[in-house]
């Protein structure tokens, strides 16, 4: 299957950003995709996701000199949602 719609990945790229989708998220592909049809952009979650990619490639490039620093684990630990504040004691 070739990848369509790619707009902030690389075709070479996919199989390792989804990789890290997935462990930093704890979603699968559903999570973000429709069934059948991965390149649309119906599903309000693969919007969400680009743009926090876009912003993920943004503050590496700034901070980092482009090396993966910030990924999607930094903030979500796994978990669909961040959370926004530790569990409180």
Same mark, same amino acid.
């Given at each position: 299957?070739?990848?369509?719609?790619l707009?902030?990945?690389?075709?070479?790229?996919?199989? $390792?950003?989804?990789?890290?989708?997935? $462990?930093?998220?704890?979603?699968?592909?559903?999570?973000?995709?429709?069934?059948?049809?991965? $390149?649309?952009?119906?599903?309000?979650?693969?919007?969400?996701?680009?743009k926090?990619?876009?912003?993920?490639?943004?503050?590496?490039?700034?901070?980092?000199?482009?090396?993966?620093?910030?990924?999607?684990?930094?903030?979500?630990?796994?978990?669909?949602?961040?959370?926004?504040?530790?569990?409180?004691?």
């Amino acid at each position: 299957m070739t990848p369509k719609n790619l707009k902030v990945i690389k075709p070479e790229e996919i199989r $390792a950003v989804m990789g890290a989708f997935v $462990a930093g998220t704890g979603l699968n592909c559903m999570g973000c995709h429709i069934q059948g049809d991965f $390149a649309s952009d119906d599903k309000h979650e693969k919007v969400v996701a680009r743009k926090m990619l876009e912003m993920v490639n943004a503050l590496n490039a700034k901070s980092f000199n482009g090396a993966a620093k910030v990924t999607c684990f930094t903030c979500h630990r796994g978990e669909a949602h961040p959370k926004t504040a530790p569990d409180p004691k």
